[in-house]
T-cell receptor, first 114, second 118 residues
Framework: AQTVTQSQPEMSVQEAETVTLSCTYDTSESDYYLFWYKQPPSRQMILVIR??????QNATENRFSVNFQKAAKSFSLKISDSQLGDAAMYFC???????????FGTGTRLKVLA | GAVVSQHPSWVICKSGTSVKIECRSLDFQATTMFWYRQFPKQSLMLMATSNEGSKATYEQGVEKDKFLINHASLTLSTLTVTSAHPEDSSFYIC??????????????FGEGSRLTVL
């Protein structure tokens, strides 16, 4: 069975600084996707970034980038130039294009300090 | 594009009554939708997979007679919480995958529905 682990329940970062959120996963599948979702107080799930497992290149989306280590089954999210609007709950998720059934981590609450 | 809408966003009901939550894909067709439950400060737990025109597939431990799911069209799935009790109070989120096209593995999420059972 697939599992996703986020070991940091809460993180804090100063505005304009950089923070890295950790995520590890376990799977026997070879073809899968990894996602980082942001859930602000509104509870709307917002896709931050997506990584295909078959791609070696790390995904980037503006201030957000990932460090995907497939052999180590690690998928961390780096947020650069943190902004107050980045404060939210961040969930790491694993999924496949077969079943589309996502497995979510327990989440990391990110606080951005002014 | 790829907008998913849930209604209602918040519902309060009395214990013993049934509540229906709708999940609509507004600008795409969704053959498959997923229903999640999220308790306060916790992660999303998959409840069931809803396939258009067929019976939903429930995850282990989810009471299918309690949580009725209907996916009557390619743009609408409904979750009915039957004979609701206070322990059913939770945040319910749906997501949908785009029918056909390239398999991206990506799901699109609704805004969620908060259910409070008195």
């Amino acid at each position: 069975a697939q599992t996703v682990t986020q070991s940091q329940p809460e993180m804090s970062v100063q505005e304009a600084e950089t923070v890295t959120l950790s995520c590890t996963y376990d799977t026997s599948e070879s073809d899968y996707y990894l996602f980082w979702y942001k859930q602000p107080p509104s509870r709307q799930m917002i896709l931050v970034i997506r990584q295909e497992a078959y791609k070696q290149q790390n995904a980037t989306e503006n201030r957000f980038s990932v460090n995907f280590q497939k052999a180590a089954k690690s998928f961390s999210l780096k947020i650069s130039d943190s902004q107050l609007g980045d404060a939210a709950m961040y969930f790491c998720a694993w999924g496949t294009s077969g079943t589309y059934k996502y497995i979510f981590g327990t989440g990391t609450r990110l606080k951005v300090l002014a | 594009g790829a907008v998913v809408s849930q209604h209602p966003s918040w519902v309060i009901c009395k214990s013993g009554t049934s509540v229906k939550i709708e999940c609509r894909s507004l600008d795409f067709q969704a053959t498959t939708m997923f229903w999640y439950r999220q308790f306060p400060k916790q992660s999303l737990m998959l409840m069931a997979t809803s396939n258009e025109g067929s019976k939903a597939t429930y995850e282990q431990g989810v009471e299918k007679d309690k949580f009725l799911i209907n996916h009557a069209s390619l743009t609408l799935s409904t979750l009915t919480v039957t004979s609701a009790h206070p322990e059913d109070s939770s945040f319910y989120i749906c997501s949908a995958r785009v029918a056909g096209g390239f398999r991206t593995g990506e799901l699109f999420f609704g805004e969620g529905s908060r259910l409070t059972v008195l």
